[in-house]
């Protein structure tokens, strides 16, 4: 670090360093102590080392800065002027608390140490200075034991061990009833111990106590837990923690004395009431190590009400000056009042929707900061059941996956998705665990309480489905073992079959053994409003992608402007259905083909009947069939017999005709508008029952605005064929009807291969629009397989080499750099051309930014995500205003 910035920032009544300084360099912590101690509230004052510093200590290899405990000792000294204590001192000792504090709030995750400055002299001199030598000799055993374990790594539990055996000798229960004599004694056996685990005596000298104690600050930002906590919650790019060095004030004086903890507001439901817990009698770490029960912060009023009022007008002037509910920490010494901390506090969905509606009514916010106030994931949380939050915690965890779907799902396991099916329309609720679904899973999926896989991604077929359908879901839980064949899953050493019970979270990922409680999803009036609120200002059209007209009913109701995707396989599935598709299939000549797709024609039309009734008045985008043919035919001996039995034909010829269809890599061979060149009645059948439904629904006054989108273009030829095609099919349909009416029906294409996105220019041309297909977008641009890519996934996101999965939030740089070159090249072309996004990542509020950002107009998502979406096109238009 240059010598010329600054390492320290002192905040008290000397002076005030810290205003206006970024959290970036104070720390959330050390910039909110600075900003307390300037609008006048009881902040013991202290200094900040900057996460600047942390950063040097770890790029300087573990070392460090020369000159940074000099001015520790200069900041120190003006500490003891101001206090009229000194640091060691044997008649009156200035005390310090040492404490974490990064740019983003990590509770929990880093180290604190506290009544550092104690040792065999000064704490003679405090029980002097206090009149009261228990409380003295209770401070330096907690200094002791903090000192050695977080410093040192002594473990925890040798020390609680110590204080058992003298709450045993003087025959108490709690810490608080062992006298001085014996909290004397604890002392000596606590230094006793440090030494044998440490070889070395317990430091005298308080400065390099300090020393130390700053250095495992800095240390703590590495430990496991602490990167943990980052890689989960996403926190990337920050220089470290800042250490915050406050003199101490003591909530363990006595009965007039305490500590706690607190939210300005309920963090669970919002509720404007203050909420938290309080200790009489006790340092701050009682309080969140739960080695006492506290009591609620309303009983303080009882106890001490005068401190209780102060407390509440702090409150007050907190949410005023800082506009949003805050995590306060406190402590009360002989009846006064000091403030330790602030910080925004976290809170659940459901809290945050609330508070910000609340606070638009106090006047504290507008609603513009209301829609960027709250994280649009977390909408989340309000829309789907969840497992009761007590009960959840206490359940034992037996497995965890990716959280493919959020929600709560109890049930029994079914094995494949006709015995998921068939038990369901018993009315028994059933979990299908599978290694992996396809389309022909569906009807088991639909019918199942959960999913469960043990491969796959984020976007794999199960995720991608289940998110779809709100369906709670855990892809990729690598630890269960399943055998489909016997019908058994072995999961942590213990083998579970049919009629065993699982409840599984999509929410975090964890899966539990037996039934735990659930609570149903309660959607507030706030809800809605904010939702009015983002509608104002967002400028991005919001689309689902929807297969059903019961799917396009639920997303309509939350809000969704359309269908950006409708996957036509999916439609393929359930008795006659199926037969008629695999007939297809099967079929050795176009005769055969076309009388199969008769079949099938009644079936689809029927279904978009229902989805442009549904949709009515809005735009339908249809995918023409995309899989390869080999996931609609049965792969094994039985059902093949079955598929011959049933069709008239041998089953050696159903055996090599799906032996033909096997492909090394399917997902890159023939499917897509590959299938609709070597077999273009597949497209005048599909297209044929679009237009038919369109002009039933026209006839019945139902406004039908179908878009046919032709998959997996990639060069201008292909898309220049098919369109001729679909155009012809669309007029031979409304002659054969004899259908005079206007009948618009825009015909374009995904962009789902990188050649078709670099030759965006060329393929405009034939286009009347682009709908991006992110997923494949990004399998083929990554090279990575997205069902496949959990096995090396974690060791990416471990390393940095990825920041996150990027089929669950898009490469802007890469994947979205060829989404910014189509776009550019395909309105340098036609400057209307209208253009969407219909991946998962339509969902994904950072996809959502980006999104907007490129110039997009719509986005198109799972019915459950389009609250999420709309949220985060009003976050995007308001923050690029800006």
């Known amino acids: 670090m240059s010598s010329s910035k600054k390492m320290i920032y002192y905040f008290g009544k000397t002076r005030t360093e810290g205003t206006g300084v970024s959290k970036s360099i104070l720390g959330g912590k050390g910039a909110n102590l600075a900003e307390m101690t300037s609008i006048g509230l009881p902040v013991p004052p202290g200094f900040t080392i900057t996460t600047e510093v942390c950063g040097d200590y770890y790029a300087n290899g573990g070392k460090m800065p020369a000159a940074l405990m000099a001015d520790v000792k200069t900041n120190v000294e003006t500490l003891e002027k101001e206090l009229s204590k000194k640091f060691g001192d044997d008649k009156n000792p200035l005390l310090l608390s040492v404490r974490s504090g990064a740019a983003v709030s990590m509770p929990g995750m880093m180290n604190t140490i506290l009544n550092l400055g104690l040792n065999d002299v000064s704490t003679a001199g405090l029980a002097k200075a206090t009149s009261n030598e228990r409380f003295a000799y209770d401070a330096y055993r907690r200094l002791i034991n903090m000192f050695g374990d977080v410093v040192m790594g002594v473990d925890h539990e040798h020390f609680e061990e110590a204080f058992d055996a003298i709450k045993k000798k003087y025959k108490t229960e709690e810490d608080t009833q062992v006298p001085a004599e014996g909290l004397k004694e604890l002392c000596d056996a606590y230094k006793a111990l440090y030494k044998k685990e440490t070889g070395e005596d317990f430091p005298q000298d308080p400065i390099k106590q300090l020393e130390k104690a700053v ?120 009846g006064t009042l000091y403030m330790l901390q602030t910080r925004t506090g976290k809170r659940t969905g459901m809290a945050a929707v609330k508070i910000a509606c609340d606070m638009v009514e106090e006047k504290l916010i507008t609603e513009k900061e209301a829609v960027l106030r709250v994280p649009a994931g977390d909408l989340t949380q309000l829309l789907l059941p969840s497992f009761d939050t007590a009960a959840w915690a206490k359940a034992e965890k037996i497995a965890k996956g990716l959280p493919a779907s ?118 507030s009036g706030d809800f809605a409003k904010l939702m009015v609120w983002a509608d104002k200002f967002r400028t991005l059209k919001v689309r689902t992608n929807a297969d059903s007209p019961e799917d396009s009913a639920r997303a309509r109701e939350f809000g969704a402007e359309g269908i950006g995707l409708c996957r036509t396989e999916h439609m393929f599935f359930g008795g006659d259905r199926t037969l008629a598709i695999r007939q297809m299939i099967v079929a050795n000549d176009e005769a055969t083909r076309r009388t199969a797709l008769a079949k099938l024609l009644p079936f689809q039309r029927e279904d978009f009947i229902g989805i442009f009734t549904a949709m009515n008045g809005l735009p339908v985008t249809v995918r023409l069939l995309d899989p390869p043919l080999h996931e609609f035919v049965p792969h094994d001996e039985k059902g093949q017999a079955e598929l011959a039995k049933e069709l008239g034909v041998s089953a050696a010829d159903i055996k090599a005709r799906v032996d033909s269809l096997h492909e090394f890599n399917p997902m890159l061979g023939h499917r897509g508008c590959r299938l609709s060149i070597t077999y273009p009645e597949i497209l005048e059948m599909q297209v044929t029952a679009i237009v038919e439904a369109a002009i039933e629904c026209t006839l019945k006054k139902i406004d039908a605005i179908p878009e046919i989108m032709i998959p997996l273009v990639g060069t201008e030829a292909e898309l220049k064929l098919l369109r001729r095609k679909t155009e012809e099919t669309i007029e031979a349909v409304k002659k054969a009807k004899n259908f005079t009416g206007k009948l618009d029906i825009l015909i374009g294409t995904m962009i789902e291969v990188p050649r078709a996105a670099l030759t965006a220019d060329e393929i405009a041309g034939q286009a009347d629009f682009f709908s991006f297909g992110t997923n494949d977008l990004t399998q083929m641009t990554f090279g990575f397989s997205r069902d496949d890519i959990n ?86 238009a308001l923050r690029n205003a800006k």
């Not at 009431?273 to 009882?302: C, Y």
């Open 215 to 334: 250095e495992a600050v800095f240390k703590s930002w590495m430990t496991n837990k602490a990167v943990k906590y980052r890689e989960i919650e996403g926190i990337r790019g920050l220089l470290g923690t800042a250490v915050n060095c406050q003199s101490m004030v003591y909530g363990n004086m006595g009965d007039d004395s305490g500590t706690g903890v607190a939210f300005t507001r309920n963090p669970n439901t919002g509720e404007n009431k203050f909420f938290g817990e309080f200790l009489i009698n006790a340092q701050g770490e009682d309080v969140v190590a739960g080695i006492r029960t506290p009591q609620p912060t309303e009983e303080m009023s009882k106890w001490n009400d005068p401190v209780y009022q102060e407390l509440m007008a702090i409150k007050t002037k907190l949410e005023t000056h800082y506009s949003e509910m805050q995590d306060i920490e406190f402590t009360i010494e002989k």
């Open 406 to 523: 959020p929600g709560a799902a109890v049930g029994k396991l079914a094995f494949t998705a006709e015995d998921a099916k068939a038990r369901a329309l018993k009315g028994e609720k059933v979990i299908l665990i599978r290694k992996e679904t396809s389309p022909e899973d569906v009807d088991g999926m639909h019918a199942a309480a959960g999913i469960l896989t043990s491969t796959g991604g984020m976007t794999s077929h199960a995720a991608v489905v289940a998110r779809g359908w709100g369906r709670c879901c855990i892809a990729g839980a690598a630890g269960v073992k399943i055998d489909a064949k016997n019908k058994t899953a072995v999961i942590s050493g213990k083998t579970y079959g049919e009629g065993d019970e699982l409840s599984i979270n999509g929410t975090s990922g964890e899966v539990a053994e037996g039934s735990i409680a659930t609570q149903p999803a309660l959607l």
């Open 791 to 876: 096995s090396f996934l974690p060791d990416y996101l471990s390393q940095d080499i990825l920041l996150v999965d990027p089929f669950q939030s898009l490469d802007t740089s890469g994947v979205g750099q060829l989404v910014e070159i189509a776009c550019k090249k395909g309105r340098s072309i036609k400057d209307k051309l209208k253009l969407g996004i219909c991946g998962e990542h339509g969902g994904d509020p950072a996809s959502v930014q980006f999104c907007h950002t490129v110039g997009l107009d719509y986005v198109s998502c799972s019915p459950f995500r389009v609250p999420i979406a709309r949220l985060a096109a009003a976050q995007a």
